[in-house]
Each structure stands twice: as C-alpha cells, then as structure tokens.
C-alpha cells in the first residue's frame, strides 16, 4: 500500500502530470501519456495523450499534438489538438488544427486554422438540434436578445 492509500494499479492509467517548472529549459521532443504542465521553456515536439498545458509564465517552440491544450503563455508552432484554448493573456503564432478553438478576451492568435469536423458529428448536430427545440418552447416568454451580428464590431468605453 502506497502512503496515500492506494496503489498505482488502483490510481488508474491517467494520474500524474509532467512539469517543466519557470526557469527550466528543455530543448528536445516530448512523447507523455499524461497531462504537461509548462511555466519554463520547451523547444521541441510535444505529443501527449491527456492535455498539455502552457502556464502565465511558459513559451513553447514546436510542435504540440494532444487532446486538449491550454495556453495561458506563449506558443510558436503548430497545434494539433482535439480542443485548444487560449486564455487571457495567452498568444499563440502559427498553424492550429482543432475541432474546438476557443479564444477568451485579450487572447490572441496569428496564423491559420483549420477547423476539424468531430468523428461523431451527426449525434453532435442531434444533440444540439434537441437542446434548442427544448429551449424554444421555454422561451417564448422571454424578451428577445439582441442578435450576435449586432455585438459584431461593437465597443464599450469604461
């Protein structure tokens, strides 16, 4: 028994991470079965199976290939990637390739994009088509919104 109770066999496949803490710098290719957490420096390929995560203070140069990746730092390369977010604050230059992309308020990306479909896109486009004939019936009674075409280009002085 392990000191925190439970053997690796009964921790399940997926429970550690690999940190490059700040100041550390690795210059080489990375293959992980788990999730990267990255506040140092990486130059070099990454391929992870779970996520890959590039903190404040972290910048990575290479290539990137996960399932999920989250960059609050900054990237130089290609990401290849089932979902990618760029925080606030984060900065990703070069070429994505994702299903999801999600770029939050003062993130920023300059490259190109490709779009992937899901493999499961058609129960994906069921689901949502469910989930808004459901909403509709309920907001009947609500006040319209405004539509996002008119949010487009919009600004807001504090």
Known sequence: MAIFGKDRAQQGARNGSTIVAA????????????TLHLDGRIDGDVQSESNVVIGADGYFKGRIKAATVVVSG???????ADRLEIIAG???????????LVIEPGGRFNGSSEILAAENDAATHDAVSASKSSRSGSAKNKKPTESPTEEVGSTSTA
Do not use: Y
């Open 90 to 100: 984060g900065c990703v230059e070069g070429d994505v390739h994702t299903i999801d």
């Open 23 to 34: 100041g550390t710098e690795f210059v080489g290719n990375l293959s992980l079965s788990d």
């Open 74 to 80: 900054r990237v130089e390369g290609s990401i290849a």
